[in-house]
């Protein structure tokens, strides 16, 4: 085989994609990325073994995460890129070790590369095939993915000037544990759901820093239309980017519009002071390639959600910024300040054609944890009269898999007394519909991107602590999940280290579950997938 992944829900049946990704990477890319990620363990093991304080790092701590960042599934396609930031971690962890004097250090500490054909034969030595034990693979792998997702989340908190040490120092310690041969099944199990508790803690501190800048989410209605200007079109999860474009764009005539997991940006306040950010255009990222086409200006991708361009045209429209990156594409970096120069997306925004029309019309969203406590007393009256019988939490990500249907069928049919909770690019499977409200509660609350699944856990606890109850799993709350790539799964890993029981997770259960660990998800935690849409709701509405 040419190559092996299998962190995506997409992989290739269901077992791993291995000769191109489903993603659109190539095997180059590929093993590239698995030598990034190396590279990282033998970082995080000399700093591990060396006794190095995280706090007097910088720089490394932050180019950790831009890697991790990197290899995330839709983020990077760029072999240059990553070839050279496998070459700039290379040289951070030699510093390390010179630091240092440490005996019995794992191959990953110690390994040289000349050429990128040595880089390649490197990979394709120490990607995820490596771990003979399955089990011991699949422990490793979810660890490597719930830390590839924190690691995004930590990223944009530090994009804003928030960061907490402790999140590097697990960091450094969870990836040096994927390459410690001692570590039992047990060992690796403990690690898994102390990777959610960090999990917990990252998406904390970026609530911290989104909120402490820009202000709570509130309750907004967002324009799916568009008006007659020329336009750009912002994509991925970073609010600082939109934030340094929005104040670039003023006063040009150009307009701005978010697409897929920017949508609640709009929720912000921050952010409503900009009279040329109109809207949101169309869905969730697997659409791009034909709203791309009909939105006719420039696209900036800030983080991942990226698909390889159909057409020369349109990747000439494409800029990257961040960890983001595709082969002709131009990219933009930030000075050392982190101020990006976007002058040359505006300057072609105006010469292209305003966006064409796809829909009419508004959404709603806003309901982070915030806006949703200011309606407390609202919602308890709603579930003590009976008026609201259940709410399903259906957070996560959209895809391209026809079965994701499921999704938009689900909610249709929910019995008009239940309430939708949701975060992340799931919501586009439903949140266009004409789903009514109860007693003036919007029968879908959208608390905001991926990452604001916080929220909905902050909702559940403050639910547990109304009523009064020993248990979240005693609220009447289900968890009605789908899933795509790693930050699904940190947040996955969050919820079942806060203790939610009877995850329902789909469209289907990841590859990287072996059999044994699949089995333990379901006897511990009570993990399982999803069935026929009628009868997945008699049970959740019997249950």
């Known amino acids: 085989m040419n190559m092996f992944c299998y962190q995506c829900q997409e992989t290739a049946r269901g077992k791993g994609c291995t000769v191109k990704g489903v993603c659109g990477k190539t095997a180059e890319v590929s093993n590239l990325q698995d030598l990034l990620i190396y590279t990282v363990k033998g970082i995080s093991e000399v700093v591990v073994k060396g006794g190095l304080d995280v706090k007097e790092l910088g720089d490394v701590n932050h180019q950790v995460l831009n890697s991790l960042f990197i290899t995330i599934t839709n983020a990077n396609f760029d072999d240059d890129a990553i070839e050279k930031q496998i070459r700039k971690m290379l040289a951070k962890?030699?510093?390390?070790?010179?630091?240092?004097?440490?005996?019995?250090?794992?191959?990953?500490?110690?390994?040289?590369?000349?050429?990128?054909?040595?880089?390649?034969?490197?990979a394709v030595t120490v990607g995820i095939l490596a771990t003979a034990d399955e089990d011991i693979r699949s422990l490793r792998e979810m660890i490597t993915y719930g830390i590839k997702g924190l690691a995004a989340y930590a990223h944009h908190a530090l994009n804003i000037g928030k960061e907490n040490p402790d999140l590097y120092a697990f960091i450094y310690e969870a990836m040096a544990a994927t390459v410690n041969d001692s570590l039992t099944v047990d060992d690796l199990v403990a690690l898994t759901l102390k990777t959610g508790e960090r999990g917990v803690a990252a998406m904390a501190l970026l609530d911290e820093a989104n909120t402490s800048k820009y202000g709570n989410p509130e309750i907004t209605k967002v324009n799916i239309g568009v008006r007659n200007n020329p336009a750009i079109l912002v994509s991925g999860h970073d609010l600082t980017?939109?934030?340094?474009?929005?104040?670039?764009?003023?006063?040009?005539?150009?307009?701005?519009?978010?697409?897929?997991?920017?949508?609640?940006?709009?929720?912000?306040?921050?952010?409503?002071?900009?009279?040329?950010?109109?809207?949101?255009?169309?869905?969730?990222?697997?659409?791009?390639?034909?709203?791309?086409?009909?939105?006719?200006?420039?696209?900036?991708?800030?983080?991942?959600?990226?698909?390889p361009p159909r057409s020369e045209e349109v990747r000439s429209r494409i800029f990257t910024t961040g960890a983001t990156g595709y082969p002709g594409c131009v990219h933009i970096e930030a000075d050392e300040k982190g101020n990006k120069d976007f002058s040359q997306i505006i300057e072609l925004a105006k010469k292209l054609n305003p966006p064409k029309e796809i829909e009419n019309g508004t959404i709603i969203g806003g309901f982070a944890h915030n806006q949703v406590f200011a309606l407390a007393d609202k919602i308890v009256e709603a579930v003590k009269s009976g008026a609201i019988k259940k709410f399903f939490v259906m957070a996560g990500c959209d895809g391209r898999m026809k079965s994701r249907d499921y999704y938009t069928q689900f909610a249709e049919r929910l019995p008009k007394d239940t309430v939708i909770l949701t975060a992340g690019c799931a919501k586009y499977r439903y949140n266009k519909l004409d789903l009514g409200d109860i007693g003036?509660?919007?029968?879908?609350?959208?608390?905001?991107?991926?990452?604001?699944?916080?929220?909905?856990?902050?909702?559940?606890?403050?639910?547990?602590?109304?009523?009064?109850?020993?248990?979240?799993?005693?609220?009447?709350?289900?968890?009605?999940?789908?899933?795509?790539e790693q930050k699904a799964v940190i947040v996955l890993l969050a919820l079942l280290y806060l203790g939610v029981?009877?995850?329902?997770?789909?469209?289907?259960?990841?590859?990287f579950l072996s059999p044994n660990v699949a089995k333990v998800l379901v006897e511990q935690f009570g993990i399982a997938g999803i069935g026929e849409v009628d009868e997945d709701i008699k049970m959740f509405m019997s249950a």
């Open 93 to 122: 962890r030699d510093e390390l070790r010179a630091k240092v004097s440490v005996d019995n250090l794992h191959d990953c500490a110690t390994f040289e590369v000349s050429d990128r054909q040595s880089m390649i034969e490197k």
């Open 241 to 307: 980017d939109l934030e340094q474009l929005l104040e670039q764009t003023k006063g040009t005539g150009v307009d701005v519009y978010t697409h897929g997991e920017m949508l609640p940006a709009h929720y912000y306040p921050a952010f409503k002071k900009y009279d040329h950010f109109v809207g949101n255009y169309g869905n969730a990222w697997w659409k791009q390639l034909e709203e791309f086409e009909s939105f006719n200006g420039p696209i900036l991708f800030t983080t991942n959600c990226l698909v």
């Open 440 to 484: 003036g509660i919007p029968r879908v609350l959208d608390a905001g991107q991926c990452n604001d699944s916080y929220s909905l856990a902050l909702i559940a606890l403050k639910l547990k602590e109304i009523f009064e109850l020993n248990d979240i799993n005693e609220l009447p709350i289900v968890y009605n999940i789908a899933w795509y």
């Open 501 to 511: 029981k009877n995850i329902h997770l789909g469209p289907t259960l990841p590859g």
